[in-house]
């Protein structure tokens, strides 16, 4: 089995390329390393079925040799990185999506979207099952994001009506673990990393939204199940153990040493209120359901990062006084291209 993983320098994508190596796949690694790392997959290099090619999915794309299949993971994901990335963002989504589309129906391979329960937005109806439409601000400060993804979902499900592609769409909720970048906004690597420095431990707003986490092992089995499969989704993949992300930073200050203050500060607009998964498709549609206990993830990753060093500058909170930098401009291709 040969398989192309866009995306698969980042977080998740690491994870998710050991597991098919592991699984005995032949991975191709494709990655231009804008919000990802080559240090995440160095581990893997020394393997002899693992190739890393650094490319931007948003430009041609063609792999050499048979492809079984396509998992698209290729994307900013927190929203320091999408907020700072908007275009790169919105055309990886587009652009990149339609590469990866059209790689995989020249292969004849299985194509995955790894979309995300953004697009389910800051949802009126909870839990979120893959009926509900969602609530969107096609606007606001995430919209580059979600309606990214809300896009890729369109063109992924026009090109399985239109050429027949083995397409499937996975939305993903909030998921933790090992590799997290210290510095991307999120939740678990910003708590983690304030904790464990003894500085005030960042919980945006009142503390009581709540979110839903899933620790990646977790969530790299489902997108393999799915992977594995000819169902055209979305199915949900998620952690339906939903907390308030005041609980979530006392359990991270305990995992670390129960030292570290909590402070508040101000909420992102459009910042979700709830977020919990129903997973009743994929337990029926895949046979899957998330196993790991959350104090026992959060506790091996907060080991992970007490093994690295620690910037010694405070963290922004999580998604909360965020700067865009400029963003490079972005080539799109020409109609017809
Ligand atoms: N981690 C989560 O909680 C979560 C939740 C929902 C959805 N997702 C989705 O899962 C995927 C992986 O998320 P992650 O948390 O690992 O993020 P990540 O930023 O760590 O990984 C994304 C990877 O995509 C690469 N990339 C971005 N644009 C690219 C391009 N144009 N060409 C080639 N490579 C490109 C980046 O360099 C990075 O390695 C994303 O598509 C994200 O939207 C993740």
């Given at each position: 089995?040969?398989?192309?993983?866009?995306?698969?320098?980042?977080?998740?994508?690491?994870?998710?390329?050991?597991?098919?190596?592991?699984?005995?796949?032949?991975?191709?690694?494709?990655?231009?390393?804008?919000?990802?790392?080559?240090?995440?997959?160095?581990?893997?290099r020394?393997?002899?079925?693992?190739?890393?090619?650094?490319?931007?999915?948003?430009?041609?794309?063609?792999?050499?040799?048979?492809?079984?299949?396509?998992?698209h993971?290729?994307?900013?994901?927190s929203?320091?990185?999408?907020?700072?990335l908007?275009?790169?963002?919105?055309?990886?989504?587009s652009?990149?999506?339609?590469?990866?589309?059209?790689?995989?129906?020249?292969?004849?391979?299985?194509f995955?979207?790894?979309?995300?329960?953004?697009?389910?937005?800051?949802?009126?109806?909870?839990p979120?099952?893959?009926?509900?439409?969602?609530?969107?601000?096609?606007v606001?400060?995430?919209?580059?994001?979600?309606?990214?993804?809300?896009?890729?979902?369109?063109?992924?499900?026009?090109?399985?009506?239109?050429?027949?592609?083995?397409?499937?769409?996975?939305?993903?909720?909030?998921?933790?673990?090992?590799?997290?970048?210290?510095?991307?906004g999120?939740?678990?690597?910003?708590?983690?990393?304030?904790?464990?420095?003894?500085?005030?431990?960042?919980?945006?707003?009142?503390?009581?939204?709540?979110?839903?986490?899933c620790?990646?092992?977790?969530?790299?089995?489902?997108?393999?199940?799915?992977?594995?499969?000819?169902?055209?989704?979305?199915?949900?993949?998620?952690?339906?153990?939903?907390?308030?992300?005041?609980?979530?930073?006392?359990?991270?200050?305990?995992?670390?040493?129960?030292?570290?203050?909590?402070?508040?500060?101000?909420?992102?607009?459009?910042?979700?209120?709830?977020?919990?998964?129903d997973?009743?498709?994929?337990?029926e549609?895949?046979?899957?359901?998330?196993?790991?206990?959350?104090?026992?993830?959060?506790?091996?990753?907060?080991?992970?990062?007490?093994?690295?060093?620690?910037?010694?500058?405070?963290?922004?909170?999580?998604?909360?006084?965020?700067?865009?930098?400029?963003?490079?401009?972005?080539?799109?291709?020409?109609?017809?291209?």
């Amino acid at each position: 089995m040969r398989v192309v993983v866009a995306g698969g320098a980042g977080f998740v994508g690491s994870h998710l390329c050991e597991r098919l190596l592991a699984d005995g796949a032949e991975v191709v690694c494709v990655d231009n390393f804008l919000t990802g790392r080559p240090g995440n997959v160095d581990p893997l290099r020394a393997h002899g079925a693992f190739r890393l090619l650094r490319r931007d999915v948003t430009g041609p794309l063609d792999i050499a040799g048979p492809v079984d299949a396509v998992l698209h993971l290729a994307s900013p994901a927190s929203p320091v990185d999408y907020r700072a990335l908007p275009l790169e963002t919105l055309a990886v989504g587009s652009v990149g999506t339609g590469r990866l589309l059209d790689l995989a129906r020249r292969k004849g391979a299985r194509f995955v979207l790894a979309s995300t329960s953004e697009v389910y937005g800051d949802p009126q109806v909870h839990p979120q099952a893959e009926q509900y439409w969602g609530h969107v601000n096609p606007v606001g400060p995430r919209s580059m994001y979600d309606e990214a993804k809300r896009f890729a979902e369109a063109l992924t499900t026009a090109h399985r009506a239109t050429h027949g592609t083995r397409t499937g769409i996975v939305r993903i909720f909030n998921t933790y673990g090992p590799r997290m970048r210290a510095d991307d906004g999120r939740a678990v690597p910003t708590f983690v990393t304030q904790a464990l420095a003894d500085r005030p431990v960042t919980v945006a707003g009142d503390g009581s939204q709540t979110r839903s986490l899933c620790h990646v092992d977790d969530l790299v089995d489902g997108l393999v199940r799915m992977m594995s499969r000819e169902h055209p989704g979305p199915v949900n993949l998620g952690n339906p153990h939903e907390l308030t992300m005041l609980e979530l930073a006392r359990l991270v200050v305990r995992l670390c040493g129960g030292t570290a203050p909590i402070t508040f500060v101000p909420r992102p607009p459009d910042d979700p209120s709830v977020r919990r998964p129903d997973v009743t498709v994929a337990r029926e549609l895949l046979d899957w359901q998330p196993r790991v206990e959350l104090a026992d993830g959060l506790a091996r990753t907060v080991a992970w990062f007490r093994e690295r060093p620690v910037p010694p500058r405070p963290g922004p909170g999580y998604g909360a006084g965020l700067v865009p930098r400029q963003s490079a401009p972005v080539q799109l291709p020409a109609a017809g291209t």
